[in-house]
């Protein structure tokens, strides 16, 4: 047949992340990982993440994931992803959540996140289910949450 089908981005956990190295959310996908497997995971990570230079890529190999991660102000964005993603395709993923918390939250910072970890999650939750990238649109992704803020509101 010809030409190749690109396969979809198998997302298998997003990270988000301090300067100091403390998790602020943390979402897995797929394996059912222990307490204690998850946080092995993020704290090698993580340390190796905060570890590099502004001047080296945003990708990293670790054992069988490839992570790419992106750090806008105090915030650190990582993302897991199967081997043979492509990394720039997760970055645009991170650009455009960070573009949807920021046009939810009004400039987004970390105290947004630890005090509204449950919306935080609800906009995750909009854009990537069981792995998969399910929506992109930021208007599609926050009319749910604006719904539910509306309804909440009224009482």
Excluded: W
């Excluded at 198998?10 to 990982?33: C, D, E, H, S, W």
């Amino acid at each position: 047949r010809g030409g190749t089908s690109a396969k979809p981005m198998k997302i298998r956990f997003i990270l988000m992340v301090n300067k100091q190295g403390q998790t602020r959310l943390a979402q897995y996908y797929g394996k059912n990982l222990t307490i204690q497997e998850k946080a092995a995971i993020e704290g090698e990570i993580i340390r190796k993440c905060l570890a590099r230079t502004e001047n080296q890529c945003s990708f990293i190999e670790y054992r069988d994931y490839k992570c790419v991660y992106r750090r806008y102000a105090s915030l650190f964005f990582i993302v897991g992803v199967d081997g043979q993603t492509n990394e720039l395709g997760v970055l645009e993923l991170i650009h455009n959540l960070v573009e949807t918390l920021d046009k939810y939250f009004e400039n987004v910072c970390e105290l947004d996140i630890m005090f509204n970890i449950e919306k935080a999650h609800f906009i995750l939750d909009e854009m990537i289910c069981n792995g998969n990238i399910i929506e992109t649109n930021k208007a599609n992704i926050l009319r749910p949450i604006k719904l539910m803020d509306k309804y909440q509101s009224k009482k």
